[in-house]
């Protein structure tokens, strides 16, 4: 399946407004304020109306449930997840098939289909395309279910097909809506990203531009060992024994060294003489692409050059999984408050999130951030 059908919007894109984390909380307040208006409206004509408000406390829960469950720190939005909103969505539609039953309502009354519509937009930024789909398709049904129970024996302008139609057709609208939505701006992120971190000229400046700045220091470093030797010999114009058996010794350590850094991945050389510790024995950090490595090199430059942090330490543990991804686990102990911590990580964490799967953290004392590299980058 394409890449598009299968990731997020907020997961491409955490920074735009129509992904960030207020967006439920929206929704939550628009379906609070529409339900109240259409619950007090049709008291008169409602006999259980404590069940109607019910059904709203239910449907308010679901958008708001989506805000706390998309929290960084709460980890990916997983399909098990998106059950928990999706189930007390359906749960105020019953109710409130239940409380009209026998009631003067008519269907094009019906608030909870519309707040039901709500739900799903206040999901559509967490989720894919591919399983809006399924969600979606799923409300749809069972709005249609509870405006049978509702509207099945009611006698009106409308025949029952057409009953069916208008209760269901606001969480219909409110799929397709957020499916074009979801492929059209995962699409449109992955293709300028993909122009960014890909383009030959900058990707070959870019390389260029470490091999020399790596090569440079290489030789400065050879250099500085080798050239004490060199100009003594020159100095006496003949090599004694001495000079011969230094010059063997370095030689073997220069090779040792030379076998060393050509096993040490991009990751190794960053914490080479810093307060930074890399397990990765099998250089899986080579398998980054150049964005991601930006992203991380980032993330760790703002901890280690910050000349505000007393001492951080950081780790990082990278292991192959079965599907070919790379996960990866980061540790980072900082002594700061918490509202520093997040200026200090935020715009870093949130680049990062832009360039890999599944980036989730935990505060505290120690911050640990979890993420995936996967094959398919």
């Known amino acids: ?174 799929t397709v809506g957020g499916v074009v939505f979801q492929q059209q701006c995962v699409l449109r992120v992955l293709r300028w990203a993909g122009r960014r971190s890909r383009s030959p000229i900058s990707s070959q400046l870019l390389g260029e531009s470490v091999r020399l700045r790596l090569l440079r220091s290489e030789l400065t470093g050879i250099r500085m060992r080798v050239a004490p030797v060199l100009e003594r010999v020159a100095a006496s114009g003949q090599a004694t024994e001495a000079d011969r058996a230094e010059a063997a010794v370095l030689a073997r350590a220069l090779r040792e060294e030379l076998v060393e850094r050509s096993n040490r991945s991009w990751l190794d050389s960053i914490a080479r003489g810093r307060r930074m510790t890399v397990v990765d024995p099998e250089n899986l950090a080579d398998l980054m692409t150049p964005y991601q490595r930006a992203a991380l090199h980032g993330l760790v430059r703002a901890v280690l050059d910050d000349p505000s942090l007393d001492r951080p330490q950081l780790m990082i543990e990278l292991r192959d999984e079965v599907d070919g991804s790379v996960a990866v686990a980061m540790s980072i102990d900082v002594h700061l408050p918490e509202g520093r911590r997040v200026t200090l990580l935020a715009p870093h964490y949130l680049t990062l999130k832009t360039a890999v799967h599944d980036l989730s953290w935990q505060g505290g004392e120690r911050i640990r951030l979890r993420f995936r590299v996967s094959p398919d980058d």
């Open 1 to 174: 399946m394409r890449e598009e059908w299968r990731r997020s919007p907020h997961e491409v894109d955490p920074l735009s407004w129509f992904t960030g984390p207020v967006v439920p909380l929206v929704f939550a307040a628009l379906a609070c304020g529409y339900g109240l208006v259409t619950i007090v409206s049709e008291l008169e004509s409602t006999p259980r109306a404590w069940l109607q408000l019910l059904a709203l406390g239910s449907c308010v829960a679901a958008c708001s449930l989506v805000f706390v469950m998309t929290r960084p720190q709460r980890g990916a939005f997983t399909p098990r997840r998106t059950l928990v909103p999706l189930a007390f969505a359906w749960a105020g539609l019953f109710l409130s098939a239940f409380g009209y039953v026998d009631a003067e309502i008519r269907i094009e009354h019906w608030w909870t289909s519309l707040i039901a519509a709500f739900a799903l937009a206040s999901l559509t930024p967490y989720t894919s395309a591919y399983r809006m789909l399924w969600i979606g398709g799923t409300t749809t049904l069972v709005t249609a279910a509870a405006g049978a129970l509702v509207y099945s024996d009611q006698d009106g302008v409308w025949p029952p097909a057409s009953r069916l139609v208008i209760a269901a057709a606001p969480p219909l609208i409110a």
